[in-house]
């Protein structure tokens, strides 16, 4: 069980809220931690908050209810503690809180849990919100009571010596929550609870009562005559069912016969009727549908036509329209024609005279125009670009200027940074020893000083002389422990007759109690190849660290040498790496400021012949745009003249082109309009023509028409004589009654089809009367009506048989399942006997007692704590060792063998230091033994201010040694040496106001205070 998170409110004197993460690697690198304060600070608070979250109690205050609740900080509302734990690869939340109540007689609310699993999704998945579901799911899952949690995992002030002051009982059942002993307890039980089970299976099985063979033969004979004449009673009745069941068909048969020819005989009567009544009516209406059609084509040729003669009427209406319009066309056309005759010579005398004078004054005074544009043109040509040449002239100047400004800041800037003389020889130099230094393997760690690298390499390689000789001097103890156990190993029989019973004490050391010597040789011998396997791991470490401190005196040497090249101490790889590049960049800063330069002179240069040349030009340009500027202004006062007088003899704004155009206009609107009317009346004779077309075609339809309708008029006629009708009028009234023709044609067919169905019916049950007549089976003399009478005296005396057949097989059958169970129950017997006997023998192996092979076990897993105790208690004193005292009373008796006063003390008179080095020795012992419960989270409350600074270290050692094993240690103490020696810290600060706070890096933080 491994404690990852815990996050409380108003614990004690902590209040407010806050949270410690025990996987920041604050905590995990070291693998130990101490929280530290003054005395009365509150350190013991954060360990009740860890129990009060997994148990809801704590080692200070066992039970927390409505009516009580000690931990909650004073003048606070609420507290609650939650904690995250890992228990077999499975993370855990565990969460308890508790409110005051504000109404009610008590003064707190009622106390709320609730634990929760992750899943692989990482979602947490609730398992209990009950009280008593918490307290047993938290016990299931970490395998440890509260009572046993504050022995073996978080050892509070005040139980830090339980298990070395406990007594038999106590310390059997932490022995067995811990290493999972109790499974010895249980085999024993299942011993004697199997030998008691298997007896009363035994003393269960009883025989059963079986017949004598005289009686059992006289049943059988019984049985099987009672069956011979069950079989002729049962021949004799199927016979006399078989004739009643004919009886009966036959009566059946006749009744049927009967009713199908009264059911033939209404079916002919109404096919009967239908013909009398129905027929005539049926025949009339098919005629009248065979008529219909030609009736239906005579009012389609009349509807036709009648269409014909009303579109005759129209086209002659259209016809008269069209002859009335083309007369009206006529006229307009010949008033155009006189109109066009007499306007046309005096628009064609005015456009020549326009196309003669008007065209050659427009043309001259157009060239004129053109050419004091042109003048205007090359003027401003030349102003423009004298404004170019001026402008340029300005530009260059300013460029000018502005050169020689940056000539002046890059000459003064190089000035300002032009290096020392021996930066170019003594760069190169730098970057080589830079690069070497770079090169070295934990080049970028930080270094300590030279000298304390030197002390450090000096000590490594001393403890690796020391280290080097050890792994073989242990493996030879470990060889030498194995033949010891070897020959152990050539005593099995005499120890095999001594577990047997055979002798009183073991031959080969004379204990009492078998396999004791062979336990502890084993255990030895697997202590003495675990010291051989921490040996060599030291001296792979020694090695390691040897090699690491080489490395680190390498890399220093490396600094030194670029110290020396550099003139001044640097300390860091990066800091090196910074001054190489600084150097570097003002190097490369001083020869972009000469390029600078050395351009911008250039570029001066080349500056003072362009501006010479470009006022120059300008000058030129001025001369030449003031005489442009005088011709063009001379030429459009020319220009102007001419215009008005153009305008005096043609109109203002007129032109040549624009008077043509219109002239020409009048003169083709004259002809068009002419041609217009010459076009309608044209169109509208062509309408005339194609209107008489159509009315003599419409006039030829007509007849076809009138033609057709006769034919159709004849044709119904003809119709109707043919279907017997008198006249269209008679035909009419048979019409409206053709809804009726599908229904009565039903029912003509149902009523062919019934007398049909009927008679055929009829017929069917006749022939099968007359067929099961035939065969009549009853005998001669034998009457139908007292067939009834002997079917039941045969039943009765079938029925008395039967009770006799089933009683005689109910007797047989009963003998023959006694016979059976009785040889079963005979096997199970032996079977059982058999089992009886080995769980006997295994009773009598384990011992009379229902515990006492638990004891066994106990004392041999008492005796490997002890072991494992006093391998622990070796770091940290040669003085004392522990033993087991084994008494009748007390098998699992503690004995404290002080070394050097030569006595066997009792746990209660050890010193308070000596106490705590006992207890805490036996506590790593119980955490190396853990079976069921893996504890890889230990907490300390106790002793250590009792200790001194030797033993202290000693301890100090010891824990840091779990490291190794994944476990983290947290211990609470005041002492000063272990804050100085401990780098992880959970500080308990008290403030003024009587409460305190947390600090501890960024593994503690306070999310609110109270």
């Known amino acids: 069980m491994r404690i990852e998170k815990l996050k409380f409110c108003n614990i004690n004197s902590l209040a407010g809220e806050f949270e410690v993460d025990f996987t920041h690697p604050y905590f995990i690198q070291p693998g130990i931690f101490v929280i530290t304060g003054p005395t009365g600070s509150g350190k013991t608070s954060i360990l009740d908050a860890i129990s009060f979250a997994l148990y809801a109690c704590s080692p200070r205050q066992s039970r927390i209810q409505s009516d009580e609740n000690e931990i909650m900080t004073h003048g606070t509302s609420e507290c609650y503690a939650t904690v995250e734990y890992e228990q077999g690869g499975v993370h855990y939340r565990s969460s308890v809180s508790q409110k005051r109540s504000r109404r009610g007689a008590n003064p707190f609310s009622l106390v709320k849990c609730s634990l929760y699993r992750r899943n692989d999704e990482g979602d947490w998945l609730l398992l209990a919100s009950k009280k008593s579901d918490f307290e047993q799911w938290n016990i299931k899952i ?211 005279e326009v196309r003669g004078q008007m065209r050659t004054q427009e043309t001259a005074l157009a060239l004129l125009r053109t050419k004091a544009l042109q003048e ?234 362009e501006l010479a040349a470009a006022v120059a030009r300008a000058e030129e340009l001025q001369i030449s745009a003031a005489a442009a500027t005088a011709r063009a202004a001379a030429t459009a006062e020319d220009c102007a003249r001419r215009g008005q007088e153009f305008a005096e003899r043609w109109g203002k704004n007129a032109t040549a082109d624009a008077l043509e155009q219109k002239l020409t206009a009048a003169l083709d609107a004259l002809n068009k309009a002419e041609e217009e009317a010459r076009n309608k009346w044209q169109k509208l004779r062509l309408i005339e023509t194609q209107q008489k077309s159509a009315h003599a075609q419409l006039m030829s339809q007509l007849a076809e028409k009138e033609k057709v309708q006769q034919g159709c008029k004849d044709d119904f006629i003809k119709s109707l004589a043919l279907h017997h009708f008198t006249d269209a009028e008679d035909y009419h009234t048979a019409e409206q009654q053709l809804p009726q023709l599908n229904e009565l044609r039903q029912w003509r067919e149902r009523v062919m089809q019934s ?86 023998l295994l009773k009598r192996v384990l011992g009379d007692s229902r515990d006492g092979f638990k004891k066994f076990a106990q004392q041999i897993t008492f005796d490997m704590l002890l072991r494992r105790a006093n391998a622990e208690l070796r770091h940290l004193t040669e003085r004392y060792e522990l033993r087991r005292a084994t008494t009748a009373d007390n098998p699992l008796g503690l004995a404290v063998i002080d070394h050097h006063l030569g006595t066997t003390r009792n746990a209660s008179n050890l010193s308070g230091g000596e106490s705590f080095m006992v207890s805490l020795a036996l506590a790593l012992g119980l955490s190396r033994m853990a079976g069921n419960t893996r504890i890889d989270s230990l907490f300390l409350d106790e002793g250590f201010g009792t200790l001194d600074a030797d033993t202290l270290e000693h301890v100090l050692t010891s824990l840091q040694k779990l490291r190794a094993d994944g476990k983290m240690i947290g211990i609470i103490s005041h002492v000063q040496a272990l804050s100085e020696r401990i780098p992880a810290h959970i500080d308990v600060i008290p403030l003024r106001t009587g409460f305190s706070t947390l600090n501890g890096s960024c593994a503690v933080r306070c999310l609110h205070k109270g």
């Open 142 to 352: 970490t395998g440890l009571n509260f009572r046993n949690f504050t022995r073996c995992m978080l050892l509070a002030q005040g139980d830090f010596a339980v298990f070395l002051r406990a007594n038999e009982k106590e310390r059997a059942e932490i022995l067995s929550t811990i290493t999972g002993t109790e499974i010895y307890m249980r085999i024993g039980e299942v011993a004697h609870e199997r030998v008691a089970a298997v007896q009363r299976q035994i003393d269960a099985l009883q025989p059963k009562n079986e017949l004598g063979a005289e009686l059992r033969e006289q049943n059988e004979q019984a049985l099987a005559q009672a069956e011979a004449e069950l079989k002729e009673i049962g021949r004799r009745l199927e016979r006399v069912k078989q004739c009643r069941m004919w009886v009966a068909e036959v009566a059946r048969r006749r009744q049927a016969t009967a009713e199908a020819e009264q059911k033939a005989a209404a079916a002919a009567h109404q096919k009967l009727d239908f013909e009398q009544n129905k027929a005539a009516e049926l025949r009339r209406i098919e005629a009248a549908q065979a008529v219909k059609p030609t009736a239906q084509a005579l009012v389609m040729a009349d509807k036709q036509l009648q269409q014909h003669r009303v579109a005759l009427a129209k086209a002659e209406k259209q016809m008269t329209e069209a002859q009335q319009l083309a007369g009206e066309q006529k006229a307009v056309a010949d008033a155009a024609a006189q109109h066009l005759e007499h306007e046309a010579p005096a628009l064609q005398q005015q456009l020549a």
């Open 376 to 609: 205007e043109k090359e003027a401003a040509e030349k102003t423009a670009e004298l404004a170019k040449v001026t402008r340029l002239c300005h530009r260059l100047e300013k460029n000018l200027q502005q050169l020689q400004t940056k000539l002046s800041e890059h000459s003064a800037a190089l000035a300002k940074h032009t290096p020392d003389a021996d930066l170019p020889a003594k760069l190169p130099l730098l970057t080589a020893r830079l690069a070497d230094w770079e090169k070295a393997p934990q080049a970028a760690a930080d270094l300590p000083p030279h000298e304390q690298i030197e002390a450090a390499l000096a000590a490594a390689q001393q403890a690796l002389a020391v280290a080097e000789p050890r792994p073989a001097v242990l493996r030879e103890i470990a060889e030498l422990k194995r033949r010891q156990l070897a020959i152990e190993g050539q005593l099995v029989a005499l120890y095999l007759d001594f577990r047997a019973g055979r002798l009183d004490r073991c031959p080969c050391c004379g204990a009492e109690v078998p396999g004791e010597r062979r336990a502890v040789l084993d255990e030895e011998v697997q202590l003495a190849e675990q010291q051989v396997a921490k040996a060599e791991d030291e001296l792979k470490f020694c090695r390691a660290s040897l090699a690491k401190q080489e490395q680190l005196h390498r890399v220093s040497l490396l600094r030194r040498a670029f110290c020396e090249a550099l003139q001044q101490p640097v300390e860091h790889l990066a800091a090196a790496r910074s001054m190489v590049k600084a150097l570097a960049e003002q190097r490369d800063a001083c020869a972009k400021l000469e390029q600078l330069v050395a351009a911008a002179e250039k570029q001066l240069a080349s500056l003072r012949p």
């Open 755 to 840: 007398a049909a169905a009927t008679a055929a019916v009829h017929e069917r049950e006749t022939a099968a009367l007359t067929e099961l007549l035939a065969v009549c089976p009853l005998q001669e003399g034998e009457e139908a009506e007292t067939l009834a009478r002997a079917e039941e005296e045969l039943m009765a005396v079938e029925h008395v048989k039967k009770e006799l057949f089933v009683t005689l097989s109910g007797v047989l059958y009963a003998d023959d399942q006694a016979r059976r169970d009785n040889a079963a129950i005979a096997a199970q017997k032996t079977l059982l006997e058999a089992e009886r006997n080995r769980h006997a």
